[in-house]
């Protein structure tokens, strides 16, 4: 571990703790399948890249007939994939838009892709709105151990949620310079940035009401966190310690991603 100026406070993480390997995959290991928290920073991701309110411009809410719901290709895109025109029975699953590409998705990821499909076709949900809105509803639920791998994506998309949302020059209130933020306070309500984060991705009942190094805290609960990811969530953390803005907080842990070398399968 690095030594840590604050006096009483855990140690601060090291930045090349080994993040592990991945495990536990529904097919033995031999498949690249997509986890919750990756498929949750993919979309989102996709989603802020498009400007404030965007929903799929399709009439009553529908894609064009043999066409795929517009956020689930974005993603695939950014995966790598060519996406082929999903027939009307086929695009009815978000999970299913995946699979006809060679994405499998795990099974909470699959639940968290046909929520999001069912807002943004049927509802015309704005894209923000169609992922935000249903992750608390997915997070909770049981998954494997693919569901638990954290990538810097994921960090940085759920940090611009944040700024996009409350503003760049939003602050946490009450840090103290000699102490990490609390995650949650006595309420449980978030008292941080990642008090907010957390619950998206599946993590708030293990976080507690003490101070805490957020990538210590999924070390220890058995998460995989990659390099990139590890780094990014301590600048953050680091920024936010200091006082500075949720803006310069995301700024700093896209740097320290950039300062990384090696790079998951789960990463961006």
Known sequence: MTADPRPGQPPRPD???????????PDGGQTRWVGYVELYGRLLAAAIGQPAGTASPAPNGRPPAGRSPSLHRHVLTGLGHHVAPVPAERAAAGRLVYLDAGVPLTAKAAYLADLVQVAEVDFAATWTDAVTGLAPAVATTPGVDEDRRVGDGAVLASLHHLVRAHGAQATTPGVRLTLIPRLFGPGGEPASLFGRILPTWGLADAAGREPVWVANLLAVAGWQVSDRARAAIIAAQDAESAGRSWGQALSR?????LRTSGRQEWDR
């Open 15 to 25: 930045l090349q703790a080994d993040a592990g390997t991945p495990h536990g995959r």
């Open 253 to 257: 842990a896209a740097a320290a991603t």
